[in-house]
């Protein structure tokens, strides 16, 4: 059966090992990501680009660039920063999946170290102090 797949770019398709340094600056592809993404593509499945980078527009064209650069434009149906109903599974690096359980993530979270800082993001991304 056919699923929509959305699937997160920095960290996840294309390497955040420096982290942020602008809406068009994109890391390489992580190592089997392209082949990951054609065996997902060859398996029925279709593919979205689900990333916060896209709320810009010079983000977005930066991951098209890319998905073009890589030749993953007939197999990638587009790029949203937006969590869309009809999305079926989400493939991000910074998730946790929810199993009814939440002691076990309440305990992975408290354990969690992290280097992007509520300050940092604002200062990254622009966003107001309510967010
Ligand atoms: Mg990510």
Redesign the pocket.
């Known amino acids: 059966m056919t699923s929509i797949i959305a699937v997160?770019f920095?960290?996840?398709i294309a390497s955040?090992a420096d982290g942020w340094e602008g809406w068009d600056v994109v890391g390489e592809p992580i190592p089997g990501a392209l082949e990951f993404l054609k065996a997902l593509h060859k398996a029925g499945h279709r593919i979205m680009i689900f990333s916060a980078r896209a709320r810009a527009p010079e983000g977005k064209k930066a991951i098209e660039e890319w998905i073009v650069e890589y030749g993953l434009d007939d197999i990638i149906e587009g790029v949203t920063h937006e969590k869309l109903p009809y999305f079926s599974l989400i493939v991000?690096?910074?998730a946790i999946r929810f199993e009814e359980n939440f002691r076990d993530i309440l305990k992975f979270i408290l354990k969690f170290r992290d280097d992007y800082s509520p300050d940092k993001l604002k200062e990254y991304h622009g966003l107001s102090k309510k967010t």
Do not use: E
């Open positions: 997160d920095d960290g996840t955040y991000d690096d910074r």
